[in-house]
């Protein structure tokens, strides 16, 4: 074309070659949205896959999180039992020291014969005018002997 010899004609000149542009851009659309439809697919695929690895990550975290608290709980309920036996053996062998250091045999055994010497002096003494004990006091004197025999046995006997 030649140059526009009115400013009219410049002006409608101006105004088809912008039409151009923009119907060559119109034209290219299509290919662009398609182009940005395969990308906008791509980009999807991609954030499942990571979607995926994201939750099999979590998925394996917790499995090993919950077998790693089970097995501390586990080795403290195991902590705890022991601890808890040891104390148990040990009060139990303060109990036992305790208990033979207050019914130690040898006073018992001395308290006994004491108590049956003080007995049967008593009997000798009341029964010098008859001249056999009662049954009474037979009786009493068995029931001391047997008596202390039995606490001596209970304190002696091995556990």
């Given at each position: ?14 105004l088809?070659?912008?039409m ?5 851009r ?46 501390f709980?586990d ?8 601890t ?7 009060h139990?062998?303060s ?10 045999p040898?006073?018992?055994?001395e ?12 009997l000798?003494?009341k ?18 002997v047997?008596?202390?025999?039995i606490?001596?046995y209970l ?5």
């Amino acid at each position: 074309m030649n140059a526009p010899s009115t400013a009219r004609e410049a002006l409608i000149k101006e105004l088809l070659g912008d039409m151009d542009v923009l119907l060559k851009r119109a034209e290219a659309l299509p290919d662009q949205i398609l182009d940005s439809e395969s990308k906008i697919k791509s980009t999807v695929a991609l954030i499942d896959a990571a979607g995926d690895r994201y939750r099999l990550a979590v998925t394996a975290f917790n499995e090993q999180a919950k077998k790693d608290l089970s097995e501390f709980a586990d080795h403290k309920i195991q902590s705890i039992a022991q601890t808890t036996a040891k104390s148990l053996e040990e009060h139990r062998a303060s109990l036992k020291m305790q208990q033979n250091q207050s019914l130690d045999p040898g006073k018992i055994a001395e308290l006994t014969s004491n108590l049956i010497g003080h007995k049967f002096n008593s009997l000798t003494t009341k029964s010098k005018s008859n001249s056999a004990f009662s049954f009474r006091e037979c009786a009493m004197l068995a029931t001391i002997v047997i008596g202390s025999w039995i606490i001596l046995y209970l304190i002696l006997k091995p556990t």
